[in-house]
């Protein structure tokens, strides 16, 4: 496959593995877009950071794209695309759960609520919530305005997780009662540091806790694409669905 400028395009191998998803729609009158190109015009827009209305020409008209990415969207495609491509992400012995701030761009603020979008000392962000596993496989993403604490969405990360028998690794942000009570309840194995200010110290692997830089490495290698690093999208949907996105194309 031919290279654009931005990002490599699927080859014929990825695109034979996932194409079932993508299978082409019947319909009567225009004839239904490529699945496959619409995917790389999509990667495009990931990687660049560029409006829809930039899209370049090869890929087709950039209005009929945007519908298509929205359709996938909403019918949750991108989200089985991650669990194709992670299958075996909740067989893994080690979870690790952090987050991350995106700086929100003026074209993606407006008055709408629940957005995901929250204001802070640096200005308009949102924060990506993650819990993965030693393959930097994520497992669970939410998002959140900017102002929202670490340890408010942990248990939404935790939904339908099995934690019999996991280490799980987190920083300080996450030690508070609530969460190893939780995680302890669950037979989970915890590895989160006590806060400064803690009376009451618990026990702590240091050495284990170093495994813990996979999530800032999958935090720097999702924002390598330039969409991630820097929120455009109005709708949280719509963010959400390129970090998937990003979260599968890392592994690629």
Same mark, same amino acid.
């Given at each position: 496959? &031919? ?10 191998? /990825? ?23 619409? +995917?790389?015009?999509?990667? !495009? ?12 020409? *090869?890929?087709?008209? !950039?209005? &009929?794209?945007? $519908? ?6 909403? =019918?949750?495609?991108?989200? /089985? ?22 700086? #929100? $761009? /003026? ?26 596993? %030693? ?36 920083? @300080? ?6 969460? *190893?009570?939780? +995680?302890? &309840? ?20 240091? %050495? ?8 800032? @490495?999958?935090? =720097?290698?999702?924002?390598?694409? *330039? $969409?991630?690093?820097? *929120? ?15 979260? #599968?194309?890392?592994?690629?």
């Amino acid at each position: 496959m &031919s290279n654009s400028f931005y990002h490599k395009e699927l080859t014929d191998a /990825q695109w034979n593995k996932i194409k079932f998803l993508f299978e082409t729609e019947k319909r009567v009158g225009r004839p239904a877009l490529n699945p496959r190109r619409v +995917l790389n015009a999509i990667l !495009w827009i990931l990687k660049s950071g560029a409006r829809w209305r930039d899209l370049p020409s *090869r890929y087709g008209n !950039w209005n &009929s794209v945007y $519908h298509k990415f929205r359709k996938w969207c909403s =019918q949750g495609l991108f989200e /089985q695309l991650l669990k194709i491509i992670n299958v075996d992400a909740n067989n893994s012995a080690l979870l690790e759960m952090d987050s991350t701030f995106c700086k #929100v $761009h /003026q074209s993606a603020c407006s008055s709408r609520k629940n957005e995901a979008i929250g204001a802070s000392r640096g200005g308009k962000n949102t924060k990506i919530h993650v819990l993965l596993n %030693e393959k930097m496989q994520v497992i669970n993403v939410v998002l959140t305005g900017g102002q929202i604490n670490d340890s408010d969405k942990a248990f939404e990360l935790f939904d339908g997780v099995e934690l019999t028998g996991k280490k799980v690794l987190a920083d @300080r942000a996450y030690s508070c009662d609530k969460i *190893r009570s939780f +995680l302890h &309840s669950h037979g989970a194995i915890v590895c989160i540091p006590d806060k400064v200010n803690f009376k009451m110290k618990h026990e702590f692997d240091a %050495e284990l806790y170093k495994k813990r830089n996979l999530v800032e @490495r999958f935090f =720097q290698r999702i924002k390598n694409y *330039r $969409h991630i690093a820097f *929120r455009f999208d109005k709708l949280a949907v719509c963010f959400l669905n390129f970090v998937l996105l990003a979260s #599968v194309a890392i592994h690629f």
